[in-house]
């Protein structure tokens, strides 16, 4: 019998500081602007990857559930690659785990973008370094380019494939800051980021938001270099509204604030002004509020979020590694989700 090849890793949703919205290469995800983000050690995706010479087409299978959709088109984009770079030309089944809940703006596509990245280059035996696979999975899912690198990530806007990867800032311990997320909606979106990312520059805006960011980014390294909580939130904040004032302003709009979205918002911003508590906001593309406070306010934001009535449930998650190759024997209960024997691995 040929031989299975196979691959297992772990990998990280992560959360925008500084957001990436828009493609100057819509193949190969180069973005319009650089970003900055920390990675969510509670939310995890876990994935196998087996190539097998008897498959006759890929398989994807996210928690136990076989999928044909838009990840499965996805997903080609890094198999080809990695297929072409170890010149072997099996099918693969893909078998995925993961807490986060999908499609809901909560960048569940980086996680699931930059584990299949690691396992699928291990299952065919090619090592690649961190900017090297910081750049594959970015094909998948721009912002996957950060879910590869531990802790705070700057993903750099580059000139071309090559030199734009994500890399380290600072390592997850350098500052104990937290995402509590207040869930207010978990219908799927109705528009996916793919497609927002080619609204973008529908918005007479975008240009004016791009030229900007190198400032943001600057003020955001910063503050996070100096552990400055209050320089942070007004960086963060200004810059979940110019990417929310670009949205609205595509056409056509894209509008995601619930009420209960924009009542969070003003209440964290009076926690931070009346009773001086280290806590900010931000939002991706969905009505779900990021709420990024330090350490010892953690406990009791979660729980003022929890009072807000619209308040689904709060998420709450410290900052976390990068992305780490796992033992396939780790993957047994993947591999029997996607009914793979086990002693292939
Ligand atoms: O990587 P994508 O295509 O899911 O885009 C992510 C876009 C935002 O979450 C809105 C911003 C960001 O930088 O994560």
Same mark, same amino acid.
């Given at each position: 019998?040929?031989?299975?090849?196979?691959?297992?890793?772990?990998?990280?949703?992560?959360?925008?500081?500084i957001?990436?919205?828009?493609?100057?290469?819509?193949?190969?995800?180069?973005?319009?602007?650089?970003?900055?983000?920390?990675? /969510?050690?509670?939310?995890?995706?876990?994935? /196998?990857?087996?190539?097998?010479?008897?498959?006759?087409?890929?398989?994807?299978?996210?928690?136990?559930?076989?999928?044909?959709?838009?990840?499965?088109?996805?997903?080609?984009? +890094?198999?080809?690659w990695?297929?072409?770079?170890?010149?072997?030309?099996?099918?693969?089944?893909?078998?995925?785990?993961?807490?986060?809940?999908?499609?809901?703006?909560?960048?569940?596509?980086?996680?699931?973008?930059?584990?299949?990245?690691?396992?699928?280059?291990?299952?065919?035996?090619?090592?690649?370094?961190?900017?090297?696979?910081?750049?594959?999975?970015?094909?998948?899912?721009?912002?996957?380019?950060?879910?590869?690198?531990?802790?705070?990530?700057?993903?750099?806007?580059?000139?071309?494939?090559?030199?734009?990867?994500?890399?380290?800032?600072?390592?997850?311990?350098?500052?104990?800051?937290?995402?509590? %997320?207040?869930?207010?909606?978990?219908?799927?979106k109705?528009?996916?980021?793919?497609e927002?990312?080619?609204?973008?520059?529908?918005?007479?805006?975008?240009?004016?938001?791009?030229?900007?960011?190198?400032?943001?980014?600057?003020?955001?390294?910063?503050?996070?270099?100096?552990?400055?909580?209050?320089?942070?939130?007004?960086?963060?904040?200004?810059?979940?509204?110019?990417?929310?004032?670009?949205m609205?302003?595509?056409?056509?709009?894209?509008?995601?604030?619930?009420?209960?979205?924009?009542? %969070?918002?003003?209440?964290v911003?009076?926690?931070?002004k009346?009773?001086?508590?280290?806590?900010?906001?931000? /939002?991706?593309?969905?009505?779900?509020?990021?709420? %990024?406070?330090?350490?010892?306010?953690?406990?009791?934001?979660?729980?003022?979020?929890?009072? +807000?009535?619209?308040?689904?449930?709060?998420?709450?998650?410290?900052?976390?590694?990068?992305?780490?190759? /796992?033992?396939?024997?780790?993957?047994?209960?993947?591999?029997?989700?996607?009914?793979?024997?086990?002693h292939?691995?």
């Amino acid at each position: 019998m040929a031989r299975i090849l196979a691959g297992c890793a772990e990998a990280h949703a992560n959360i925008a500081l500084i957001k990436y919205w828009g493609n100057r290469d819509h193949r190969l995800n180069l973005p319009a602007n650089g970003s900055i983000s920390f990675n /969510l050690d509670a939310l995890l995706t876990r994935t /196998l990857v087996v190539f097998d010479p008897k498959l006759t087409e890929d398989r994807l299978v996210i928690n136990g559930q076989e999928r044909r959709r838009e990840e499965h088109r996805r997903m080609q984009r +890094i198999l080809a690659w990695v297929r072409e770079k170890a010149g072997v030309y099996h099918y693969a089944h893909v078998i995925s785990a993961t807490n986060i809940p999908m499609a809901v703006g909560l960048a569940s596509s980086a996680a699931a973008f930059a584990a299949l990245a690691l396992a699928a280059t291990k299952a065919l035996g090619l090592h690649l370094d961190e900017r090297d696979l910081s750049r594959l999975a970015r094909r998948g899912s721009g912002s996957a380019a950060r879910s590869v690198p531990e802790g705070f990530v700057e993903w750099r806007v580059g000139t071309r494939d090559e030199d734009c990867y994500a890399f380290t800032l600072f390592p997850a311990d350098y500052w104990e800051l937290w995402d509590c %997320i207040a869930l207010v909606s978990t219908r799927p979106k109705p528009i996916s980021s793919m497609e927002g990312h080619r609204l973008a520059e529908t918005s007479p805006i975008q240009w004016a938001r791009v030229a900007d960011t190198p400032r943001r980014l600057e003020v955001c390294r910063n503050a996070l270099r100096n552990r400055d909580f209050n320089a942070l939130a007004d960086i963060v904040e200004q810059d979940a509204h110019l990417l929310h004032a670009v949205m609205q302003t595509s056409t056509p709009p894209l509008f995601y604030w619930e009420p209960v979205t924009v009542e %969070i918002m003003h209440t964290v911003r009076q926690w931070r002004k009346e009773k001086g508590w280290n806590v900010c906001y931000t /939002l991706d593309a969905g009505p779900n509020v990021h709420v %990024i406070c330090t350490g010892d306010m953690v406990a009791r934001v979660q729980e003022a979020l929890e009072a +807000i009535p619209g308040v689904q449930q709060v998420l709450v998650s410290r900052v976390g590694k990068g992305a780490r190759v /796992l033992p396939t024997h780790l993957c047994m209960d993947l591999a029997q989700q996607g009914r793979i024997p086990t002693h292939w691995l």
